[in-house]
């Protein structure tokens, strides 16, 4: 089932994912980025404007159609991370909060590794101990898990399970850090793995 986007403007994970994103991708010595998962686009859009060559894939219609016309000095593909691909010559994979809609997550790090990527940076949603604890002490989780929204979370990660995940799919995971709220109660975590 099709993400279906309705706007060029960036959700509201971009404010604290963004310039983590973009540091990180500094930091791993990036040219050509591709993020997996691009939605309309707007993170190609930072990226670009940060002086990387960016590219979006997604599977949404609406949101490459959305990217293509907002963005359209960057190039957009309509492809997800299981489809076959003619995509290559990528250094670095960027997924942003993406992961976790995946039914099959070992797609995206081997997608990675057919587009050439030597690094992949991933955000997803953080599930630890203390933030576990506060949802529940709080009676949140109901909130936080509905199984009625649409396009909701299927999977949930930790920073040793998505670092299992990566090590079976041959990367190494070199820096993981928190993104968004209190540390330990943070929003979303960021890994970057080789």
């Given at each position: 089932?099709?993400?279906?986007?309705?706007?060029?403007?960036?959700?509201?994970?971009?404010?604290?994912?963004?310039?983590?994103?973009?540091?990180?991708c500094?930091?791993?010595?990036?040219?050509?980025?591709?993020?997996?998962?691009?939605?309309?686009?707007?993170?190609?859009?930072?990226?670009?404007?940060?002086?990387?060559?960016?590219?979006?894939?997604?599977?949404?219609?609406?949101g490459?159609?959305?990217?293509?016309?907002?963005?359209?000095?960057?190039?957009?593909?309509?492809?997800?991370?299981?489809?076959?691909t003619?995509?290559?010559?990528?250094?670095?994979?960027?997924?942003?909060?993406?992961?976790?809609?995946?039914?099959?997550?070992?797609?995206?790090?081997?997608?990675?590794?057919?587009?050439?990527?030597?690094?992949?940076?991933?955000?997803?949603?953080?599930?630890?101990y203390?933030?576990?604890?506060?949802?529940?002490?709080?009676?949140?989780?109901?909130?936080?898990?509905?199984?009625?929204?649409?396009?909701?979370?299927?999977?949930?990660?930790?920073?040793?399970?998505?670092?299992?995940?990566?090590?079976?799919?041959?990367?190494?995971?070199?820096?993981?850090?928190?993104?968004?709220?209190?540390?330990?109660?943070?929003?979303?975590?960021?890994?970057?793995?080789?």
């Amino acid at each position: 089932m099709e993400y279906v986007w309705s706007t060029a403007l960036a959700n509201e994970s971009a404010s604290y994912l963004t310039p983590t994103v973009v540091r990180l991708c500094r930091e791993v010595g990036a040219k050509r980025i591709l993020d997996v998962g691009c939605g309309n686009g707007a993170l190609c859009a930072e990226l670009t404007a940060a002086g990387f060559h960016a590219e979006g894939c997604d599977d949404s219609v609406s949101g490459i159609r959305i990217a293509r016309t907002a963005h359209p000095a960057i190039r957009f593909h309509e492809a997800g991370v299981t489809d076959s691909t003619a995509l290559s010559g990528f250094d670095t994979v960027v997924s942003t909060e993406v992961i976790e809609h995946l039914y099959d997550p070992r797609a995206l790090p081997q997608f990675a590794r057919k587009v050439g990527a030597k690094n992949l940076i991933i955000t997803t949603p953080y599930h630890g101990y203390l933030k576990n604890l506060a949802l529940s002490v709080a009676g949140a989780w109901d909130k936080h898990h509905h199984p009625m929204q649409y396009g909701g979370h299927i999977k949930f990660w930790s920073r040793a399970t998505l670092t299992a995940l990566l090590a079976e799919e041959g990367f190494t995971v070199a820096h993981f850090e928190g993104a968004g709220r209190l540390p330990y109660l943070w929003k979303s975590m960021v890994v970057v793995a080789h």
